[in-house]
């Protein structure tokens, strides 16, 4: 539905770069890639015998989950770094946020199940001595409310932290500062006991999940059905939106900020749309990731997080949304098997590859692909992110 | 209009009275104590093409910034129409209002195409929100195209405007004001960097386009000044120098000495 005068059949030559966003060539992929997804995965798994080499063990379908989770998280921050130039350092904060509120609903399910069968309050609540629910704990037993608080939590600080950001003209390396102590802030606060999280601990020992047990194969495989159509919606939310003139906008006001301003845009709301958008497509992503791996503790606001996301989207190629997407399942699936065969040297790796990206192929995995198919002379010579840090 | 301008004397060409368009009256800017606008007071009027030069550092750029939003003053007034307080503005109000610019280096989104850069300047919805749905009909195309022929860049409508040389991005940009559709336009060295021949396309475009708007013009080449036959404002420690035809100001003693004759 992208420009109705201008997508049809292509007969228009090609002005726009969002000419043929969702031409037949697109759905087939996108659809391609979801099918074995939510297919065939699932498929292996049922049907085929646990002895066969093609066989997706029980234990690897919240493994792929969690990293399709991490691609919903990358892709947001693709969003807002790749298109619109604001490279946030504190993009898992919203995650965590998501991810806790998801916990929250999740420790409320558990009821009388709990150590202390405690019927309202969760266990470390009775171990810390909470006489009564705190408030913000109220309403976490509806599903619907939780899903709204997982939209709301990371959206209105994100509206709030970005609105007095972006309205002091706060960019560039500075912001990728602030936002570094924002996750800071919230990773010390949610360590203390009395802001009633659970403290160090986090929350966990979750039961179920809308009345379906979190530990059964088939929730898990339910779950990650859920995530898979997650990531599906977040990469079209995002394509239609960099597709849009609002797209052109946000490329616009990354390499030419002051530009945008003289034709009239408003550089604040258009930077401060996609940067609350991004947080709730991080927090849904939390959300989402929370009961595949069972437990949300502070941690998940340590300000290396958000830093590996930044890699993840660098890894696969910054401004394509794909890329993110592949740099985040690549970079874990890396994770996953270096730091099971070879833990020390996993932070080295890394590093390396963000050092590597950087200098040699500031596109990516993408952009290196898109160079061996067709080199283009159209293409500008640099990319012009850095120049406003 | 009793203004602070040092210009007695100067032979008035007839012209018909107008509306005053653009009004600065007594604007200081100062940064870390140094004057860059020193009690400026300038009127332009609607439907005229003005000229401003000046040595460097003498706040011709400023003077810009302050018009714009860029740049808030100490003391003065700015006002566009006759009663919009353009000191109470940001540049993105500013810009909504009616006045467009052109920084002294070319500007453009280069990794948007050519059409794309007109299309984010063509005048229209500037929502954030409706821009995220917004579809371009037949008639903004066909105007986007008809610029494009204007500015000769037709031929590259599809390329990377990061692609172009400088003169065509020069163009281009001048296309985006263009498109823009203001009532006034600030062009900041439209020239900078063009070749003889391209310099008296622009004079020709510029005289083009102040058929119906008003512009006004800072630059150094004067021939290129010449060129253009307007009124011509010389700045100088940021305050007008004088003001007239260019015969009239090129023999202006005070000009000679600070600018002209070394």
């Known amino acids: 539905m992208a420009d109705p005068i201008i997508a049809p059949s292509g007969q228009v030559p090609g002005e726009f770069q969002a000419r043929g966003a969702w031409r037949p060539g697109f759905w087939a992929g996108f659809i391609g890639i979801g099918v074995a997804l939510a297919i065939v995965v699932p498929v292996l798994n049922l049907w085929v015998s646990p002895n066969s080499a093609i066989a997706v063990p029980d234990y690897i379908v919240p493994l792929l989950g969690k990293y399709l989770c991490y691609a919903i998280l990358a892709l947001s921050l693709d969003l807002i770094w790749g298109y619109a130039g604001i490279l946030s350092l504190g993009q898992a904060a919203f995650f965590a946020l998501g991810g806790y509120c998801m916990g929250m609903y999740l420790m409320r399910q558990i009821g009388t199940r709990g150590v202390y069968q405690n019927p309202v309050l969760p266990d470390f609540m009775v171990f810390l001595q909470y006489k009564e629910l705190p408030w913000f704990w109220y309403g976490f037993d509806h599903f619907a409310w939780t899903l709204l608080m997982i939209a709301l939590v990371p959206g209105v600080l994100a509206l709030v932290f970005g609105w007095l950001a972006f309205r002091s003209r706060v960019s560039g390396v500075y912001l990728s500062i602030i936002t570094q102590a924002m996750t800071y802030a919230l990773l010390l606060a949610f360590f203390r006991n009395d802001m009633g999280f659970g403290g160090n601990n986090g929350l966990t020992d979750y039961k179920e999940i809308i009345g379906w047990d979190v530990h059964s194969p088939g929730t898990r495989l339910g779950l990650y059905l859920a995530t898979v159509l997650g990531l599906g919606i977040a990469y079209l939310v995002c394509r239609y939106i960099t597709k849009s003139k609002l797209g052109r906008v946000l490329l616009a006001l990354r390499d030419a900020e002051s530009r945008v301003r003289f034709l009239g845009y408003s550089v604040t709301n258009a930077k401060l749309f996609v940067f609350t958008l991004a947080a709730v497509l991080a927090g849904f992503a939390g959300a989402l990731y929370v009961p595949q791996v069972g437990i949300i503790n502070p941690s998940e606001f340590s300000p290396g997080n958000s830093i590996e996301v930044a890699i993840w989207v660098s890894v696969g190629g910054r401004g394509t949304l794909i890329g993110a997407v592949i740099g985040a399942v690549l970079v874990n699936f890396g994770k996953t098997w270096l730091t099971g065969a070879f833990p020390e040297v996993w932070l080295f790796v890394l590093g390396a590859l963000f050092v590597l990206t950087t200098l040699i192929f500031p596109r990516g995995i993408v952009g290196l692909f898109r160079q061996l198919r067709r080199p283009s002379p159209q293409q500008p010579k640099t990319m012009p992110v850095e120049e406003q840090a | ?262």
Request: charged share 25%; net charge negative; proline share 3%.
């Open chain 2, 1 to 262: 209009m009793s203004d602070s301008r040092e210009s007695p004397d100067e032979t008035r060409e007839v012209r018909p009275a107008r509306d005053v368009l653009l009004y600065l009256n007594g604007v200081t800017v100062s940064f870390d104590g140094f004057k860059a606008l020193n009690d400026l007071s300038l009127v332009v009027e609607e439907g005229e093409l003005r000229t401003i030069i000046g040595p460097n550092g003498a706040g011709k750029t400023t003077m810009m910034d302050v018009v714009t939003g860029k740049t808030r003053p100490d003391s003065g007034e700015v006002f566009f129409r006759g009663n919009e307080d353009l000191t109470r503005l940001d540049e993105v109000a500013i810009a909504n209002l009616g006045i467009g610019r052109k920084f002294q280096r070319p500007t453009v989104f280069e990794n948007l195409t050519v059409f794309e850069n007109l299309e984010l300047a063509l005048a229209g919805t500037r929502g954030i929100l409706r821009t995220l749905f917004a579809s371009e009909t037949a008639d903004r195309r066909g105007r986007i195209e008809a610029t494009l022929s204007r500015i000769g860049l037709s031929a590259q409508s599809g390329s990377l405007a990061g692609a172009l040389s400088h003169g065509q991005k020069q163009w281009l940009e001048i296309g985006m004001l263009l498109i823009h559709d203001r009532q006034l336009l600030l062009l900041d060295e439209p020239v900078a960097g063009l070749t003889d021949r391209e310099t008296e396309e622009t004079a020709a475009l510029i005289l083009d386009l102040v058929r119906d708007r008003t512009i006004v013009v800072v630059e150094h080449d004067m021939a290129f000044v010449r060129s253009l036959g307007a009124r011509v404002t010389v700045l100088h420690e940021g305050s007008v120098l004088a003001e007239g035809s260019i015969d009239y100001v090129q023999n202006h003693p005070r000009v000679i000495e600070v600018y002209l004759g070394r």
